[in-house]
């Protein structure tokens, strides 16, 4: 579901309280992105996975948000429900992204991520929330390596764009919105969003596995005590 850019904070009011309230076979994102031109637009993803009289009561409560610029929900195959995105994210772009947890979309971030989404250098680029929730919380946080089992969503700032020269615009321009957002997120990230070690520091990697890290480098030590497996974001063996 697209809506103008004028109804993002009504939009994303919306989609905190309704993203709270939903059934497991539900699953969503919601965020801003531009059009072709550069229009900043907001917009609303869904995945209903179960019975379809039920999905579509569900996902009646988004038509109350007026009428949309575009609505595409519908019975889909799986299959294309994983692709859909992928051309959002082409091979041969040029890409920075920062991410964060959220265990709240409060006012102060949807008033910050609104008021600066206009000046976004790249209309390739978007700003999303990534539900977790439901199933996902009510896993205990020490059950898995993951551990941030509180977390509502991810709130991912990834940037792209094609010119080599307009690298350190769109770089400066994710870094400066991740850390106005850092007062309203946990202050850790999703581990496959970490860039190198030597760009972001071993401190990012630790605090993405939470209270897990040291039980991981105990894993490391037994299982890999000389770093073959470090072409990532790594858990440095301390034996």
Not at 98 to 125: A, H, M, W, Y
Request: one cysteine or more; charged letters at 20%.
């Amino acid at each position: 579901m697209l809506y103008p850019f004028e109804k993002a904070k009504e939009v994303l009011t919306f989609y905190r309280d309704f993203v709270k309230a939903i059934p497991d076979e539900l699953n969503t994102v919601a965020g801003l992105l531009s059009s072709p031109d550069g229009v900043p637009m907001v917009v609303i993803g869904v995945c209903y996975n179960g019975n379809l009289s039920v999905g579509e009561k569900v996902l009646q409560l988004l038509r109350r948000l007026g009428p949309p610029l575009a609505d595409q929900v519908g019975p889909k195959p799986y299959c294309e429900i994983q692709t859909q995105f992928d051309a959002a994210v082409p091979r041969g772009s040029r890409y920075y992204i920062k991410s964060n947890f959220l265990q709240e979309i409060g006012d102060g971030v949807i008033e910050t991520l609104v008021s600066r989404f206009p000046t976004i250098p790249s209309p390739l680029s978007f700003v999303i929330f990534e539900q977790l929730g439901n199933a996902a919380n009510r896993v205990g946080t020490e059950e898995t390596a993951f551990s941030h089992r509180g977390a509502l969503c991810e709130l991912a700032c990834l940037s792209r764009w094609l010119d080599p020269a307009a690298d350190g615009v769109n770089i400066q321009w994710t870094r400066e919105l991740s850390e106005a957002m850092g007062p309203f997120t946990t202050g850790s990230d999703y581990v496959t969003q970490i860039g190198l070690e030597t760009e972001e520091g071993a401190e990012r990697i630790k605090a993405a596995y939470g209270a897990n890290y040291e039980r991981l480098v105990a894993l490391k030590n037994k299982y890999d005590p000389t770093n073959l497996f470090r072409h990532n974001q790594n858990i440095r063996p301390t034996v």
